[in-house]
């Protein structure tokens, strides 16, 4: 289900977005874990950018990722089917900016808080 949301995100990409999107891991997990929280992420975070960006990338030791977290985006949805994968969609916008070195408030102005 949010799987395929990502997926048809990628797809609706310019093209030399998509390449770089489309090698981005994207995972998916219920809320953020015991070690991610001790880390100082938010219990309801929806999603999250690790490891580095675009431009950073080289000799890391953790390669970039994009985290969905799917319980904290449907309660967001309230439980509707439909704002669920707008919300996924959206995390995942903001998530990939931050990996294409945007910051917060530029992604506010692009509409993807």
């Known amino acids: 289900m949010a ?7 990628v797809e ?11 090698q981005l891991p994207v995972t998916f997990e219920r809320i953020p874990n015991a070690g991610l929280q001790a880390d100082g992420i938010e219990p309801d975070t929806l999603g999250l950018f ?22 904290n985006l449907w309660d967001l949805a309230g439980g509707e089917e439909k704002i669920f994968h ?3 969609q959206t995390t995942f916008l903001h998530e990939l900016g931050h990996y294409l070195g945007l910051d917060e ?6 509409g993807l808080e």
């Open 86 to 88: 707008k919300e996924v």
């Open 105 to 110: 408030d530029e992604l506010t102005e692009r």
């Open 3 to 9: 799987s395929g949301e990502v997926e048809r995100t």
């Open 50 to 71: 690790t490891g580095p960006e675009f431009a950073d990338e080289g000799h890391v030791p953790m390669p970039p990722q994009i985290i969905l977290f799917l319980e």
């Open 12 to 22: 609706s990409l310019p093209k030399p977005l998509r390449a770089q999107a489309g």
